[in-house]
């Protein structure tokens, strides 16, 4: 495996489930993040995760909860999901030095139903 | 605040050149990505902008001035592979990418 890996590609869940987002990335990089995007807007920064410390949190609700146990793996544990939380969320991974350039995993479309 | 600037939607012909223009406002800046998406697929790098010029990269080119917080991305010789969103990010104090809702281009034959 090369890049940066998500899986599973297409998840279906009703409101109460639980489930997770895997995210791995094979680059060696020590930053990891996951985006929210939703139809015809900018990509939300949901979490960072820096040498596997979270460094940032953005306002996001407690129905997601991230995980960071190496800096090679990311996972985005949901529950009690809205269907307003349907989206395509994004992983991606970078170096901590310039040019700071993020590479994106192929996301997961999430439907909330 | 911070704030990203593009065109939503542009139309060129195959073969022809289009410039996708950005205009940025920012807490701190160290630096400017382009990223081409392509629907319901991750986006991809295509150019980054540290310093003020222009940067070539085979048919893409994207242009820097930091003084006026704006930036370009040219692209020749337009192929029908080349319809997707063209996103400007720029790096801001936190190294964090800023993003707009970007812009999507429509080639037609």
């Known amino acids: 495996e090369t890049g940066v890996t998500q899986t599973p590609r297409h998840l279906v869940m009703g409101m109460t489930n639980k489930k997770s987002l895997k995210c791995e990335q094979h680059?060696?990089?020590?930053?990891m993040y996951w985006y929210k995007q939703s139809a015809k807007k900018p990509l939300e920064l949901m979490f960072v995760?820096?040498?596997?410390?979270?460094?940032e949190n953005n306002s996001v609700p407690s129905r997601f909860s991230p995980e960071c146990p190496n800096s090679s793996h990311l996972f985005l544990h949901l529950h009690t999901l809205q269907p307003e939380d349907s989206a395509l969320y994004l992983c991606?991974?970078?170096?901590?030095?310039?040019?700071?350039?993020?590479?994106f995993g192929p996301g997961t479309r999430l439907t909330v139903t | 605040g911070q704030n990203i600037d593009q065109p939503t939607e542009m139309t060129a012909t195959e073969g022809a050149i289009v410039q996708i223009n950005c205009t940025y406002q920012?807490?701190?800046?160290?630096?400017l990505f382009w990223y081409q998406q392509h629907a319901g697929e991750a986006p991809t790098f295509l150019s980054y902008?540290?310093l003020d010029g222009l940067e070539e990269k085979g048919r893409f080119s994207s242009f820097l001035s930091r003084s006026k917080g704006y930036s370009y991305l040219l692209l020749k010789e337009l192929q029908m592979k080349d319809s997707a969103s063209y996103l400007c990010?720029?790096?801001?104090?936190?190294?964090?990418?800023?993003w707009g809702a970007g812009t999507k281009l429509i080639i037609k034959p």
């Open positions: 991606a991974s970078s170096q901590q030095r310039e040019p700071h350039e993020q590479y």
């Open positions: 680059l060696g990089h020590n930053a």
């Open positions: 995760y820096n040498f596997k410390e979270q460094t």
């Open positions: 920012t807490s701190g800046f160290n630096g």
């Open positions: 902008n540290v």
């Open positions: 990010a720029p790096l801001d104090s936190n190294y964090q990418l800023i």
